[in-house]
């Protein structure tokens, strides 16, 4: 069954902006921190940005400091990446994932490793090309 379902991604050129969705159709948000991950080919996932639903409190990865907001809207029960100023190095898939006990900063540095996160999505695929 699918619980969090990412959209938005696609193909832009350098210095390009994106807005990612993360929807939770079938559960409400309320009680997560949500974060946003990305895989480049190669390479291990990582945490770029990770929000605690409930207050709004907020967690960068240095790399994406400055370019990278994510925001959330409970009215949609969705949380948003916008990414701005893209780079080729950017490009990688982006997964959302959803889980009601780690805090924002451990949701990102350790998310990835994390086996008893409560939800991950499929994932879109971001691609920063000219």
């Known amino acids: 069954q699918v619980q969090l379902v990412e959209s938005g991604g696609g193909l832009v050129q350098p210095g390009g902006s994106l807005r990612l969705s993360c929807a939770a159709p079938?559960?409400?948000?309320?009680?997560?921190?949500i974060g946003w991950f990305r895989q480049a080919p190669g390479k291990e996932r990582e945490g770029v940005s990770c929000i605690n639903f409930s207050d709004g409190s907020t967690y960068y990865a240095d790399s994406v400091k400055g370019r990278f907001t994510i925001s959330r809207d409970s009215d949609k029960n969705t949380v948003y990446l916008q990414i701005n100023s893209l780079k080729p190095e950017d490009t990688a898939i982006y997964y959302c994932a959803a889980d009601s006990h780690l805090g924002v900063q451990a949701m990102c540095v350790m998310g990835p490793y994390y086996d008893d996160m409560n939800y991950w999505g499929k994932g879109t695929l971001v691609t920063v090309s000219s």
């Open positions: 079938g559960f409400t948000l309320d009680y997560y921190a």
